[in-house]
């Protein structure tokens, strides 16, 4: 179950601002914590069939970048030595490595923002602007079922009619694509013909006559306020630190990183509090209704 | 003073003759009127007219007013807030995929404040107890819910005049009931004044201020239901649209002496309150005919044993079916379909009558079990939506499309521009027609072609595209197309569905006529009486299961409420009597 706690509008900025820094990031300190933080948040909304699906797609695809980037980028001053004289770099490697790493964190965090924002809040975030491209995709989303309901009736008549008129199986490749194409001929003109009557009902129900307006409706609260204070003070912080240097590593030409540099600095923990706030509402909401 | 005001009012579409002549109907606040008639007498354009935004394009003459207004000049918001118009079908009057966003579209549209908008929603959802549903998509509604949908997102607009256009016809009897009884109360409370149009007017007639019968686009009858019953009677397409009880009503009528200023009954309670008036009358008459009535109940078990002999054309055996496993909508069905037999498929919406008809007709693959048929079997497929099987520019070239096509005519389909008028299947069915009356035969084909249009009374619209046909038209194109492929069983998904008495009996004359030359027909339906009439054998579907198979006689009259409106009403006298015929036959009328 959702529980929304905060303002969509709020949801969509600190999400986007995640996003933008988990591409801006490249230090694995910086990373690993990321990663536990949205693996918590995910964890904690609830959402362990999405993040499968995330991790099914997630590993085939970073084994890919892991051995490709080495194989193709062949920069970096530290060679290991394969076979024989052919070597990859240790820094393609990492950099492979490390940006798997932040497309995982991408792809959970859509995971964790689709949970988070309903496509009706986001439309409600469209519609004060752009109040007909939401009225579109409000009927795109009743238009697709009905469009493959329609599909798959049209094909089973065309199907048992082949049967029951008694023909040979489908003799040319041309014959079957303009069989295709008389099957989409009619789901289009049936669709079009029913949709003539939503556009009827649209209309009596007075579609058009005045500016919309919205069922939906979200105050920004106090919390609202806090969390978008806590995020930009932070946020400001995080830029401050990777302007200087902070959370990034250099990889090309040569790999500079030491396990021993101390990540005890006001940047690391401002980027930590930067990814708490999410886990700690979704978190007090989880004590309350457990 | 009359809230709508038809003066002289006519309308004619391009390049048509009038489809409505000469209207002068008032309606006053707090009426409820009802138009019947034969499709394509008008009745939903002269609705629609009322309605700006959807008036029909074509030439009018005369006026209407709206609350002293001519209705042209009404105000847009005016207009669309307190006129609601109700369509046919529940399903394409959807805009959205969600309840809420549903009901709120309307009052988003007026520009209402999110406040005030909560607050109607909140009230009409709480008065329709959809307020557990608000979430829900509207796929996963019943057919009867999904009309109450769409009514609600009307009335939170606070309309002053409702307009609908046949609003249950697409719903099972039961679903139509509730929906009916809610238009009672929107119309007895809140003084919500009510134009509908409807076939199946039983259970709509007992509580109706006006009827008004269309003909041709003229008023014929025009007064409160129960003077125009005594004056419709005397017609002989127009009795047809009585409701059976006031039929039962006048048959007695001619027949038996009944005390003075007996009141025309309109419901069943009436209905039953008269024949108490004739009781001594009826209780002599079973007696006398108890003979003959015996001899009906042989001759009918004689034809039952018969049927037990005839062959079986096909059998599903333990078949399940669900479209998720959460939901199994056949649960171990045992079905058996006799040769030359009229079948009928009842239940609720959703029962999956639908699903056993695609199975049994090879469209669907059950998941479990096994349907058994003879090899050379041909099947004929009408779909719930006629729309499905055109694909022509006219309703000749329809059923053309499966004539025997010659060397000369295939060449010109393979060109680029014959590509979507001519298309392969029709050339696959000429090769298999072609086997099947080698070309000497052509001719037999095409005179069972004329023959089939001159049955179904088609000829007049050959020239027509399929779309522009009303509703009844379609569904008898489509069952012409497909009884030219020779079947030797033809399945029907809900013929009835939307049809007026007068083509009802048409299309059931047909299809006895069809059934006679040896015909098995199976058929799905919401329609009790249609059922009772015409078939033979009659299966409920409930929670999954067949749950009772057996005569329609046996059926219904062990009901009480899924039964007919005459088996309702002569329940006390007649228990075995389902049909106006039987009663008729029964009471020697």
């Known amino acids: ?290 | 003073m009359a809230l709508v005001e038809f003066e002289n009012f006519s309308f004619r579409y391009p390049k048509q003759k009038n489809t409505l002549s000469n209207i002068n109907l008032d309606v006053s606040p707090g009426e409820f009127v009802l138009l019947c008639g034969p499709s394509g007498s008008g009745k939903t354009t002269l609705l629609a007219n009322i309605k700006n935004e959807i008036k029909p394009v074509g030439d009018s003459e005369g006026t209407i007013y709206y609350d002293g207004v001519d209705i042209r000049n009404l105000e847009e918001k005016r207009s669309a807030s307190e006129i609601g118009f109700l369509f046919q079908n529940p399903e394409d009057q959807f805009v959205s995929d969600n309840v809420l966003q549903e009901i709120a579209f309307s009052l988003e549209n007026m520009g209402l404040s999110t406040g005030e908008i909560r607050n109607r929603v909140a009230e009409m959802a709480a008065f329709f107890g959809l307020d557990k549903h608000l979430y829900r998509n509207v796929s996963e509604l019943s057919g009867g819910q999904k009309q109450l949908v769409n009514l609600c997102s009307l009335l939170v607009l606070k309309p002053k005049l409702l307009l609908l256009d046949e609003p249950t016809s697409q719903l099972d009897p039961i679903a139509a009931y509730d929906f009916l009884s809610i238009l009672r109360r929107l119309n007895e409370e809140f003084s919500i004044t009510i134009m509908a149009t409807e076939h199946k007017i039983d259970n709509l007639f007992p509580f109706i201020d006006k009827a008004v019968f269309l003909e041709d686009g003229f008023i014929k009858y025009r007064d409160e239901p129960r003077r125009v019953c005594s004056e419709a009677w005397k017609n002989d397409i127009f009795r047809n649209y009585l409701p059976s009880v006031t039929r039962i009503h006048f048959l007695l009528q001619s027949k038996y002496q009944s005390p003075n200023k007996v009141e025309i009954p309109l419901n069943i309670r009436e209905g039953r309150r008269y024949l108490s008036l004739l009781d001594n009358q009826l209780e002599e008459i079973p007696r006398a005919q108890l003979n003959g009535g015996l001899k009906l109940n042989e001759a009918l078990n004689s034809q039952n044993s018969l049927d037990k002999h005839s062959k079986v054309l096909m059998e599903c055996k333990d078949v399940w079916f669900g479209y998720l496993k959460e939901h199994i909508v056949l649960e171990g069905i045992f079905l058996q379909v006799k040769q030359g037999e009229f079948l009928s498929m009842l239940g609720g919406n959703g029962t999956g009558k639908t699903t056993l008809l695609q199975i049994l007709s090879g469209l669907l693959k059950p998941q479990k079990g096994k349907v058994i048929h003879g090899k050379d079997l041909t099947l004929g497929y009408v779909h719930q939506n006629p729309l499905i099987h055109f694909h022509q520019e006219t309703v000749e070239e329809e059923l053309m499309e499966l004539s025997a096509e010659f060397p000369e005519d295939k060449s010109r389909s393979t060109g680029f521009l014959g590509f979507l008028s001519e298309h392969s299947s029709s050339k696959k069915a000429t090769s298999s027609v072609n086997r099947r009356i080698s070309s000497g035969d052509r001719s037999v084909f095409e005179h069972e072609r004329e023959e089939l249009i001159d049955l179904f009374g088609l000829s007049e619209l050959l020239g027509k595209h399929p779309y522009d046909c009303s509703g009844g038209e379609q569904q008898k194109i489509a069952i012409t197309k497909a009884l030219l492929t020779n079947p030797d069983i033809l399945f029907l998904d809900e013929p009835t569905k939307g049809i007026d008495p007068m083509s009802k009996l048409h299309l059931a004359d047909k299809l006895k006529k069809l059934q006679e030359k040896g015909l098995t027909i199976v058929m799905t339906t919401h329609d009790i009486e249609f059922a009772a009439e015409y078939t033979e054998r009659c299966v409920l579907l409930f929670d999954g299961g067949l749950q009772v198979d057996d005569t329609p006689k046996s059926v219904f009259s062990n009901n009480n409420f899924y039964t007919t409106f005459v088996n309702r009403m002569v329940k006390d006298y007649l228990p075995d009597c389902i049909t106006l015929e039987d009663v008729k036959e029964q009471w020697m009328i």
């Open chain 1, 1 to 290: 179950m959702k529980l929304t706690i905060i303002h969509p509008a709020v949801y969509v900025i600190y999400y986007l601002l995640l996003v933008i820094l988990a591409f801006l990031y490249n230090d694995p300190y910086y990373m690993i914590s990321f990663l536990i933080c949205v693996s918590a948040l995910i964890m904690l909304q609830g959402i362990n069939r999405e993040f499968k699906n995330v991790i099914q797609f997630f590993i085939p695809m970073s084994l890919l970048i892991i051995i490709l980037n080495p194989l193709v980028a062949q920069v970096g001053t530290t060679r290991i030595y394969v076979l024989g004289s052919y070597f990859i770099t240790l820094e393609a490697l990492v950099y492979g490595i490390l940006m798997s790493l932040s497309l995982l964190i991408i792809l959970l965090l859509f995971a964790s923002y689709n949970r988070a924002v309903s496509y009706q809040e986001m439309l409600y975030l469209f519609s004060k602007r752009f109040p007909h491209i939401s009225m579109i995709i409000v009927m795109a989303l009743r238009f697709i079922p009905l469009l493959s309901y329609r599909l798959t009736e049209v094909n089973k008549i065309s199907r048992f009619n082949q049967e029951n008129q008694g023909n040979q199986k489908i003799e040319s490749r041309v014959d079957k694509i303009k069989k295709t194409a008389q099957m989409l001929a009619v789901v289009v003109s049936w669709s079009l013909e029913e949709s003539m009557l939503t556009a009827k009902s649209m209309k009596a129900r007075g579609y058009g006559i005045m500016k919309r307006t919205s069922y939906l409706s979200y105050k920004l609260r106090k919390i609202d306020y806090l969390f978008i204070l806590v995020i930009s003070a932070t946020t400001l912080i995080c830029t401050m630190g990777l302007a200087n240097g902070f959370g990034r590593i250099e990889i090309y030409p040569t790999l500079h990183f030491s396990v021993h540099e101390s990540m005890f600095n006001p940047y690391y923990f401002s980027f930590l509090i930067l990814l708490l706030p999410l886990i700690y509402l979704e978190f007090k909401e989880r004590l309350i209704w457990h």
